[in-house]
């Protein structure tokens, strides 16, 4: 059974930083791209960070590029999302996602988190 947990949200002042992590289990992670995607209340699923399933290529949404970073440790199945220079409008749930396809949005991406829960406060 594929499993991909999220961990490493919580409550945090705007300019402060967070480290998301998704560990995964039940497949050969380093065959997978992983992306990051999140959602706010009222919004639609939205692109946050893609990686590729070596680590070598990375892809940002502009909303986040030079304050936040992806990368992966294949030999701990697991990828990473840290969050610097947080701001208000970065609220939401933040997912990791895992694909075979080498894509940015969600349609590519097969296994999926649960989800969790990075609110900034102002």
């Known amino acids: 059974q594929v499993q991909l947990v999220e961990s490493g949200g919580g409550l945090v002042q705007a300019g402060g930083s967070l480290r998301l992590s998704c560990a995964a289990s039940?497949?050969?992670?380093?065959?997978?791209?992983v992306c990051w995607f999140r959602q706010a209340p009222g919004k639609e699923l939205e692109f946050v960070a893609y990686?590729?399933?070596?680590?070598?290529?990375?892809a940002y949404a502009d909303s986040v590029k030079g304050r936040f970073t992806i990368s992966r440790d294949n030999s701990k199945n697991t990828v990473y999302l840290q969050l610097n220079s947080l701001k208000p409008e970065d609220t939401a749930v933040y997912y990791c996602?895992?694909?075979?396809?080498?894509?940015?949005?969600?349609?590519?991406?097969?296994?999926w988190g649960q989800g969790t829960q990075v609110t900034v406060s102002s």
């Open positions: 996602a895992a694909g075979l396809l080498l894509e940015l949005t969600p349609r590519g991406y097969t296994y």
């Open positions: 039940g497949l050969t992670f380093n065959n997978y791209h």
């Open positions: 990686i590729s399933w070596g680590g070598s290529r990375t």
